[in-house]
């Protein structure tokens, strides 16, 4: 199935229609506090089914309240009510915002409010992206029979992810929101600056911030392991919100984006759903970042083929009703098939559909080479080795996804002593390029642990864009590891469709930082959060050993 990006964007639009009925609420909680909401209706003393939102972005001045009001009081309902919620702490809401550990307790609160009026006929869709879907995945792990569908962007559902990666702290992603957010109503002094998280140690952050601790946050600094039972409990483990969209079997409309910080998570979340279940949801994946559709200044323009990038985007408003109308009333989802994945194929100007990323991809491997090519020939083995000094990190432009930061033109390639690259020779054909990516380094290290960073790039006409990156260290799966002695470090990346044209390269960059947007490792063993020195290593990259692997499309 191939279409524009302009027509799948056309489908959502606003109309004029005005004089709806809107409302403002102070709707009180288990607790007492009581949070802002605002209804809107077409008219009184009718039933309509109920799209819910709550949002921690909304503010508390006269000039976005009012505004607010009046997009209600003008917006075409199309037949829904809507009720719209600042989150505890943020907008006209009381309360502290804490991130994450009341939603699940406010949100049942506000289901429970919403079944109680007059115009509530028994069904609720909800509705979010970023944030502002998670508060509804807090509770989606409990029976909520009359919510019947789901419009859920940009967002993953385990808070580990969310977090960290494979051991390491997200910092542009969660680390620096939540330094935002923390307590965002109250007069609390914020000293943030990113310099911060390279500080040794990092446990006691949130004290050199804000002056005192924040708990939530200081707690997660002591839970660096994906496996530890901590992020199974609820409250700031998130064991509410874990797989709460596998285990809802709600139809979904999930939306991404090919370089959003959530992508690997939203494809995973697709990828749990019994069939079933699938085959009442569809996931469109644009090739933007976490505004997911538009493109932001640090988007490149090179990423698009001409005509791939409209100037004019639906609103997220707008595309829940669609969602939600092809539920209720059958009206036709024309782009989209059920239990598909529609993605825009990047430099191809195309959009794929199928079940899958990847399903009928074969692999080709790309070695390291010694020569600082990366070649599909294996090469002699050989040995390269640069030196990581954790206070003085290897900085890299655009984030790829997995952080805030998006897609931007990279620094020459080798462009410092602790960044080798490995570029490819240029392709005969044009390539599609469809999956996940896997690689192994073989690598050695005079520290008793440390850390390798992989960054791969599409080089066009001499130009190199970053594409999707990945971290690890060493004693994180090699836990008999000694200094000197060799040790396999394995990669998984997520996936990605891009399309390679004749005479283009790949590029692929390795470190041992990606500063600011992952914790700096101190090179030395056990949680990096309390390390409260470093030391520089000698980092050894195994040439003619180590690979990535490349998914490339067998049906193009």
């Known amino acids: ?46 039933k309509y089914p109920v799209i819910i939102q709550r949002n921690p972005y909304y503010l508390n001045t006269p000039k976005d309240l009012a505004f607010r009001k009046k997009s209600l009081k003008k917006r075409n309902l199309e037949g829904f009510a809507y009720v719209i919620q600042h989150c505890r702490g943020t ?60 419009y859920w962007a940009a967002q993953d559902t385990e808070r580990y992810n969310i977090i960290y990666r494979n051991g390491f702290l997200r910092l542009q992603l969660h680390s620096s929101w939540y330094l935002k957010m923390y307590k965002k109503n109250s007069a609390i002094q914020r000293k943030q600056r990113m310099a911060k998280f390279n500080s040794f140690p990092l446990k ?9 601790l924040a708990e939530d946050y200081e707690t997660i600094l002591l839970h660096p392991d994906q496996k530890d039972p901590f992020w199974k409990t609820p409250g ?25 910080i959530y992508i690997t998570g939203m494809i995973d979340i697709w990828r ?35 005509g791939g990038c409209p100037s004019e985007y639906a609103g997220i408003e707008s595309q829940d009703v669609y969602w939600f109308k092809h539920l209720r009333e059958g009206t036709p989802l024309n782009h989209f098939t059920k239990g598909q994945i529609t993605r825009y194929v990047l430099f191809g100007d ?39 000094d954790p206070r003085d990190p290897a900085t ?17 390639p080798n462009s410092r002593q602790d960044i080798i690259s490995f570029i490819s020779e240029p392709f005969e054909e044009d390539k599609s390029v469809e999956g996940d990516f896997y690689g192994k ?70 470190s041992s930082s990606c500063w600011p947007y992952f914790q700096l490792h101190s090179n030395f063993r056990g949680n990096q959060a309390l390390q409260r020195r470093t030391q520089i290593a000698k980092n050894t990259i195994v040439a003619g050993k180590s690979f990535i692997a490349i998914p490339f499309s067998v049906s193009r």
């Open 91 to 150: 907008g006209k809401s009381g309360g502290d915002f804490i991130p994450y550990v009341n939603e699940a307790a406010d949100g049942m609160d506000l289901l429970e409010w919403v079944r109680k009026q007059d115009f509530y006929n028994g069904e609720i869709y909800i509705s979010g992206g970023s944030y502002s879907a998670t508060v509804h995945g807090a509770y989606l792990n409990t029976p909520q029979p009359d919510i019947k569908g789901i």
């Open 1 to 46: 199935m191939k279409f524009s990006l302009s027509a799948i964007c056309t489908f959502a639009f606003f109309s004029g229609f005005a004089g709806n009925i809107v409302q403002e609420h102070m709707v009180k909680t288990h607790d007492g506090t009581e949070l802002y909401t605002l209804t809107a209706v077409a008219r009184k003393n009718k």
């Open 204 to 212: 006691g952050l949130t004290r050199r911030v804000f002056g005192t």
């Open 441 to 510: 380094l073989f690598v050695t290290s005079t520290a008793p642990d440390t850390c390798f960073y992989l960054r791969l790039s599409i080089v066009k006409n001499g130009r190199a864009f970053g594409l999707r990156n990945e971290i690890d260290s060493i004693c994180r799966t090699n836990q008999n590891f000694a200094p000197g002695k060799e040790a396999v470090i394995g990669f998984k990346i997520a996936a990605h469709s891009f399309k390679v044209a004749k005479g283009e390269r790949l590029r692929l960059d390795v």
């Open 236 to 260: 700031y483990g998130g064991g509410e919100y874990a797989n709460a969209l596998v285990n809802a079997k709600i139809p979904t409309f999930f939306i991404g984006a090919w370089h959003d």
């Open 350 to 388: 195309r959009w794929e559909t199928s079940a899958d990323i990847g399903s009928n991809s074969r692999y080709c491997k790309f070695y390291l080479a010694e020569n600082r090519e990366l070649t599909a020939t294996p090469p002699q083995t050989g040995k390269i080795t640069y030196t990581y």
């Open 272 to 306: 749990k759903l019994a069939p079933a279940h699938r085959n009442q949801c569809v996931f469109m994946i644009t090739p933007f970042e976490h505004s997911y559709l538009k493109r932001r200044k640090n988007l490149a323009p090179e990423l698009f083929s001409p």
């Open 396 to 412: 890299f432009k655009g984030a790829c996804h997995g952080n805030f930061g998006g897609v931007e033109l990279q620094d020459a």
